[in-house]
């Protein structure tokens, strides 16, 4: 079985100072990694994802994440973030199972980002 | 416009009274799936399917009950809802192979 690890709880960082919010998985086949952000009172939202080819992934929004195959990591970073970045983030991890043709996408109990002006 | 939409959005029940939270989505997608998220837990899936009339249990799948009739349809279904229950409830939709899972907007759940 899967499992997913978000190593902080909650990160405080001030407005424009870089971050990095930890993601480590586990999993005996191949996975596909997801990053997912929750603003207050709404739902997930994709942020990046990793399926195959560049191991650097990046979003539209300045995050990246990533893939390191012997760690089993997908970190996210952000060079400087803005106040707008305040929220929960969650990683996630799937694989299919070919054998028995079952699919689940798994995730971290993530890690709620807090900006300071 | 692509959506997975829940609802109720809010629900305040007693204990032991039937209730079914709907879930629909619009992109022909073939997977579904609940999670329920609660503090300092992240989401727990529990149930998934991956096409019409197959279901199946993810990690807390005690208390739930679900069904796929239709491929864009997916609801929660709770029997005999207890206040271990209260919870914020997420459906997701993805296409089957490992794509990105869309969300709807959550259905906040109190069981008093």
């Known amino acids: 079985a899967q499992s997913v690890t978000q190593l902080d709880s909650q990160v405080p960082v001030f407005e424009e100072a870089p971050v990095e919010l930890r993601c480590n998985y586990s999993s005996s086949v191949s996975v596909y990694l997801f990053w997912y952000v929750q603003y207050p009172n709404q739902g997930l939202q994709l942020l990046l994802k990793?399926?195959?080819?560049?191991?650097l992934v990046e979003s539209i929004n300045g995050f990246e994440a990533e893939f390191n195959k012997s760690q089993t990591s997908f970190h996210l970073r952000k060079p400087s973030v803005h106040i707008s970045d305040t929220a929960e983030y969650f990683c996630?991890?799937?694989?299919?199972?070919?054998?028995?043709?079952?699919?689940?996408?798994?995730f971290g109990k993530g890690t709620k980002l807090s900006v300071i002006p | 416009e692509a959506q997975v939409t829940q609802n109720p959005r809010y629900l305040i029940t007693v204990t032991g009274k039937k209730l079914t939270v709907t879930c629909s989505q619009n992109?022909?997608?073939?997977?579904m799936s609940w999670y329920r998220q609660d503090p300092g837990l992240g989401l727990r899936q529990i149930y998934y399917s991956m096409n019409v009339e197959v279901t199946d249990k993810g990690d807390v799948p005690e208390g739930y009950k679900v069904s796929r009739k239709e491929k864009r349809n997916f609801p929660l279904i709770l029997e005999s809802p207890s206040p271990n229950q209260t919870s914020l409830y997420f459906c997701a939709s993805a296409r089957r192979l490992a794509t990105e899972a869309f969300f709807g907007q959550g259905t906040r759940l109190t069981v008093v």
């Open positions: 990793y399926l195959s080819g560049s191991t």
């Open positions: 996630a991890v799937s694989d299919l199972d070919s054998g028995a043709g079952s699919y689940q996408l798994t």
């Open positions: 992109m022909n997608h073939e997977y």
